[in-house]
């Protein structure tokens, strides 16, 4: 079956670091993608691999690794605004229909 | 550009009764898809469009209609409203690709509840 599977839940402190994991066995792959998503609000992009390697944009960077299935979502010098639901996402397939994880709360506190 | 709208933002329905969800966008985007979140889950996909005219089910598609007379517009209809439909509904679109996938904009959500 498809499968998508990241932690719970994250506590870390204001400018620190946090690393969300992500393995996923899916049908289909035609990249990975990172969802913030913040209390009663729609998800934003964050970040799409879809080759092997890091990709890094700011204070967020994201990895894959194709042949373990398997991503992480790195946070760098966390704010307290980075408080949110992370989501891991795979395309399977051309149509860019998308399957999810069950999405990683990330609490900062002070 | 108002990006992915979606309307109503709320809506209660009693068990039975009949709706649409109405989502359109204003970004000349092919591909539209529908999903509903429920409370600590992930995003489910019940139907997307790759065109006008072109729906297809995804993975939680029972209980649902779409359809997709324009590149702008992709209402979700529910017929005879069940408790289990009780979720957050979004709406979303992205740029179309033979090859590659794109980020996809999300609307704000409808907060439907059934009862």
């Known amino acids: 079956g498809q499968n998508i599977d990241q932690p719970t839940e994250m506590t870390a402190t204001e400018g620190a670091i946090v690393q969300i994991n992500c393995t996923y066995q899916?049908?289909?792959?035609?990249?990975l993608f990172w969802y913030q998503q913040h209390a009663g609000e729609a998800p934003t992009f964050l970040s799409y691999?879809?080759?092997?390697g890091l990709e890094e944009k700011g204070r967020f960077s994201s990895f894959l690794s194709r042949s373990k299935g398997y991503s992480y979502l790195l946070l760098k010098e966390l704010q307290m605004k980075d408080s949110a639901s992370y989501l891991c996402?795979?395309?399977?397939?051309?149509?860019?229909?998308?399957?999810f994880g069950a999405g990683t709360q990330v609490v900062v506190t002070p | 550009n108002a990006g992915v709208t979606q309307t109503p933002k709320f809506r209660i329905l009693k068990i039975g009764q009949s709706m649409t969800l109405q989502c359109a966008q204003d970004?000349?985007?092919?591909?539209m898809y529908w999903y509903r979140q429920d409370p600590g889950m992930g995003l489910k996909l019940i139907y997307y469009?790759?065109?006008?005219?072109?729906?297809d089910k995804g993975e939680v598609p029972n209980g649902y209609n779409v359809s997709r007379s324009t590149t702008e517009d992709f209402p979700l209809r529910l017929e005879l409203a069940a408790p289990s439909q009780t979720s957050v509904y979004f709406c979303?679109?992205?740029?179309?690709?033979?090859?590659?996938?794109?980020?996809?904009?999300f609307g704000p959500g409808t907060r439907l509840t059934v009862t």
């Open positions: 996402a795979v395309s399977t397939d051309s149509w860019g229909k998308l399957q």
């Open positions: 979303a679109s992205s740029y179309s690709s033979e090859n590659l996938s794109y980020e996809q904009y």
């Open positions: 899916t049908s289909g792959f035609n990249g």
């Open positions: 691999n879809v080759l092997d």
């Open positions: 970004m000349n985007h092919n591909y």
């Open positions: 469009s790759v065109g006008a005219g072109i729906t």
